[in-house]
């Protein structure tokens, strides 16, 4: 009999928090799915501790540029198809289908993240934080993607930054400030000059 209703008022509890789950899946999809573009200022740590700065512009479907403080020879960028890794100081360019980096759950806008996504459990009531992953594909890496519950950002959420581990196991923290969504964008600022041919632009 104490069984029975251990085993009672444990699904009692375990309904709404399911529930509560999916729900808040679901607002992070439908924020998904009105996200437009974005702009914001960014500060971007690895698992050495180093911090860099810079500003983000988003532009969906597939488009984004992470530009660094002036002093950082680096660029990352996705014109749509591919992510980019500019670094100036070689002469290197590395590139990869958006779809095979975690950031495919933003950059997507055919993704359903209630398919592959699961909500991370928090103690402030005012923060969603949800983690993706493929799971056919680990190669992948995962993604963390933290919400604050704000009436300025689409279906009332605002993205605060995310935690990306690679397929290493490498681990980089991104947080934002200054988030504007909705305001034009222009499709020229994903375009990159390419350090392998004078004068090559992308």
């Not at 698992?47 to 488009?63: E, H």
């Not at 605002?158 to 964008?185: A, C, E, H, K």
Request: with cysteine; charged share 20%; proline share 7%.
């Amino acid at each position: 009999m104490i069984c029975t209703v251990l085993s009672i008022a444990a699904v009692a509890v375990a309904a709404p928090v399911a529930a509560q789950s999916q729900g808040d899946l679901q607002l992070v999809q439908r924020h998904l799915q009105g996200l437009t573009t974005m702009t914001a200022t960014f500060s971007q740590t690895d698992r050495a501790g180093k911090t860099l700065t810079g500003t983000l512009s988003l532009k969906r479907p597939g488009k984004v540029r992470f530009q660094y403080e002036k002093s950082v020879p680096i660029l990352i960028v996705a014109d749509g198809g591919a992510l980019t890794f500019i670094d100036y100081s070689v002469r290197q360019v590395q590139r990869w289908p958006i779809k095979e980096s975690p950031l495919g759950v933003l950059l997507d806008p055919t993704r359903d993240i209630t398919k592959f996504a699961t909500l991370t459990p928090g103690v402030d009531p005012r923060l969603v934080s949800i983690e993706a992953r493929d799971p056919r594909h680990p190669e992948y890496g995962r993604i963390t993607l933290v919400f604050a519950r704000n009436g300025s950002g689409p279906a009332g959420l605002t993205l605060q930054g995310w935690v990306m581990l690679d397929s290493q196991n490498n681990r980089t923290t991104i947080r934002f400030s200054d988030q504007r969504y909705g305001g034009p964008i222009s499709d020229d600022t994903f375009r990159w000059n390419d350090p392998r041919r004078p004068g090559g632009r992308r």
